[in-house]
């Protein structure tokens, strides 16, 4: 006769092989359960091809080749081409501005939508604020604000970067801020990281 010991191991392994949910069964369970959470979440938070395209892009640069040629033939100084970076003003009224505020706090996945990349013509800015009365022109300069991150390049880096954003930088901030008001409602702070043209050396 089989001992009671004996008998109490036969009755939990009939028991094991029973119950369908044993301890590696709750494992995957669980695993698969958190997994359909976490893909849920992240489709909630997927943001539309629309809604996307409501935001500025983030590199948009003018033509180097067109800003040559139609460049007037005055002077070398007018064919000039200027990289710089824009950094959005905070704006909570704005339901775009809360988008990118969205977008942009979501660094794993997301590069900043407020910090954007621009090539500029600035012949093409000239005229453009030639064509602005002063308070206008005034109205679009944006100042330097709080900024919490580096958003640009030390002008150290460039020759000439100092005298550039002396003598273009008001210009090509105004240039900017005139695209961003009239496309998205929108104010920026824009500084000049380095120019280039025909007749310069590399930057």
Not at 33 to 53: G, H, K, N, R
Not at 54 to 73: F, G, L, N, S, T
Not at 106 to 134: A, I, M, Y
Request: glycine content about 2%; proline content about 4%; some cysteine.
């Amino acid at each position: 006769m089989e001992s009671d010991v004996t008998m109490q191991v036969k009755r939990v392994d009939r028991k094991r092989k029973m119950n369908p949910f044993s301890k590696a069964s709750w494992t995957v369970f669980l695993i698969v359960l958190v997994a359909i959470v976490v893909v849920e979440q992240s489709a909630a938070e997927i943001i539309e091809l629309d809604e996307y395209y409501r935001m500025p892009q983030i590199y948009d640069y003018d033509d180097y080749d067109r800003c040559v040629a139609e460049a007037p033939h005055a002077g070398a100084e007018d064919a000039v081409y200027c990289v710089a970076r824009t950094v959005i003003k905070p704006d909570q009224e704005s339901s775009l501005w809360r988008l990118i505020e969205h977008v942009t706090n979501d660094t794993r996945r997301n590069f900043r939508h407020d910090h954007l990349d621009r090539g500029f013509c600035v012949e093409r800015c000239r005229q453009l604020v030639d064509s602005l009365d002063r308070d206008t022109a005034d109205e679009l300069f944006m100042p330097k604000f709080d900024i919490p991150f580096p958003y640009i390049i030390n002008a150290d880096a460039f020759t000439n970067a100092s005298g550039d954003r002396e003598r273009y930088g008001r210009l090509i901030n105004i240039c900017m801020n005139y695209a961003l008001r009239r496309q998205y409602n929108l104010s920026a702070y824009t500084e000049i990281e380095y120019c280039t043209g025909p007749q310069r050396s590399a930057p």
